[in-house]
Structure formats: C-alpha cells, structure tokens
C-alpha cells in the first residue's frame, strides 16, 4: 500500500475532524442513524439505548408507519407521553 501524501493526510485528517465536530454538536433527543457492527441499522436518539433492526426489518416496520400513526391516534387516551 503507498503512503498516503501529505496533502491526503491533511484531507483524512479534516474529514475525521469534520466528523467529531458533528457529533459534538448533535442535541440531545436528535435522530441519528449507524450501521451496526453486525450490519443492522441503529436509531439513536429515541431512549437510553438504540433501536437496532436488519433492513428487512426497517422496510416492513416503515412499510406499516400509517397503520401505526393510526393505531396511536386511535388509542391516545390510552397511551402514555414521556414528560
């Protein structure tokens, strides 16, 4: 492998640093999405921990985000917010 220029280091360099920039100036609460290290897709953002499902999993589950939305607004009174 060649060694990489010091004009290509100085881009990989801003790149990563670009990157951590971002992270640090996330907010709380934000959505933000990652490939798992098993190859799942990762939601961060809505509690504690992530929500992690493969692909097949997100298509379907979105595939059915009316009949979700319409669940919840049906049962609201039901159902309990987070303060």
């Known amino acids: 492998m060649a060694e990489e220029t010091a004009e290509q280091k100085l881009a990989r360099l801003e790149a990563e640093n670009r990157a ?9 609460g934000q959505l933000r999405l990652k490939v798992s290290e098993k190859g799942g ?7 504690r921990f992530p929500v992690t499902l493969y692909k097949e999993q997100w298509t379907r589950l979105l595939d059915h985000a009316e ?16 303060q």
Do not use: M
């Open 41 to 47: 897709l990762s939601l961060y953002g809505l509690g």
């Open 20 to 28: 951590l920039r971002q992270q640090v100036e996330r907010k709380p």
């Open 67 to 82: 009949e979700i939305r319409s669940f919840l607004k049906d049962n609201d009174q039901q159902l309990k917010a987070k």
